[in-house]
């Protein structure tokens, strides 16, 4: 399913934004011949495609009929053409982590958001309220009101005085564009200043503190805090010296300031695929967003 499908029930109006399976986009649509070579082949590095696909895709059939059967007026739209989701009473996510975290970009702080597991076997799903095996179940309680609300801080992320988003819910990345390279700036927190070396920083509210955070050597935050962390990925630290701001957390109302050293830095927002040039001399400052998200169901 890739088209728009519109359900016209009289009920509260869904937006369902679902991912396309890895098999359908490099197979069916793309027709990438090194891929249709390993299919082919029952080469063992694809083997799972074909088993997350056909739990994605049944799965979004499934929730068809339950949006048929609650007489929801529900649109199930690609996440890449979602566009605005404020004329909607819910939001839902079929997929992983990936979607709900492509789709809480476009989600306001008041309109209530659940993720549902497509393929679990395959798939993360932290942010999520349950799998395909639950479908029918969360999405009649979502709709209705039953579950649980959790508030979760999102971030701001300016760069030279411009909003470049205010709607981080896992985490940013700041490093040079070539990962072989290294990450130079300048970073300021808490009233001390530093020049580091690095493979990059990463900076997240705390809903990604179990994410690459925690990789990093970062601590896992409660979902309720308000802080954000930062934690520098593989810091150089030069013979007889020392860091003291290679991880740390920045309380509400206080900002994390970076400028970079970097002839070709990149920014990273919650993955690859918010990514922004930045050039030498600009200055990153990341904080507390006003605009949190309202998960449905949220497990941790």
Not at 245 to 258: C, D, M, Q
């Amino acid at each position: 399913m890739s088209r728009p499908v519109i359900i016209r029930g009289a009920g509260p109006r869904v937006l369902v934004i679902y991912k396309k399976s890895a098999l359908q986009v490099y197979v069916h649509e793309r027709k990438n011949p090194r891929i249709q070579q390993l299919m082919t082949s029952k080469h063992p590095v694809v083997s799972r495609l074909v088993r997350a696909h056909d739990s994605h895709a049944s799965a979004l059939l499934v929730a068809q009929k339950v949006m048929r059967k609650l007489g929801a007026h529900a649109e199930f739209r690609f996440r890449s053409d979602a566009g605005k989701s404020d004329t909607f009473d819910l939001v839902v996510t079929l997929g992983g982590d990936g979607t709900l975290l492509w789709a809480s970009h476009i989600v306001g702080p008041n309109h209530p958001i659940v993720a549902i597991n497509t393929a679990p076997k395959d798939s993360v799903g932290f942010f999520c309220a349950g799998t395909r095996n639950e479908l029918a179940d969360i999405l009649e309680s979502a709709m209705k009101g039953k579950l649980r609300a959790t508030k979760l801080s999102r971030m701001q992320v300016d760069v030279d005085g411009l909003t470049m988003s205010k709607r981080v819910l896992n985490d940013a990345l700041f490093c040079h564009e070539s990962p072989a390279s290294t990450s130079r700036y300048l970073i300021s927190a808490g009233g001390k200043k530093e020049e580091h070396k690095s493979s990059g920083l990463w900076v997240g509210p705390a809903a990604g503190s179990t994410a690459a955070l925690k990789s990093a050597g970062g601590r896992v935050l409660p979902a309720s805090s308000k802080q954000i962390q930062f934690v520098a990925r593989e810091p150089y630290v030069p013979p007889g010296g020392s860091y003291s701001l290679t991880r740390g957390l920045i309380p509400e109302g206080k900002a994390l300031s970076v400028v970079s050293k970097m002839r070709a830095g990149r920014l990273y927002l919650d993955g690859s695929h918010l990514a922004h040039v930045i050039e030498m001399g600009s200055t990153l400052r990341f904080s507390r967003s006003d605009e949190p998200l309202t998960l449905l169901g949220f497990r941790r």
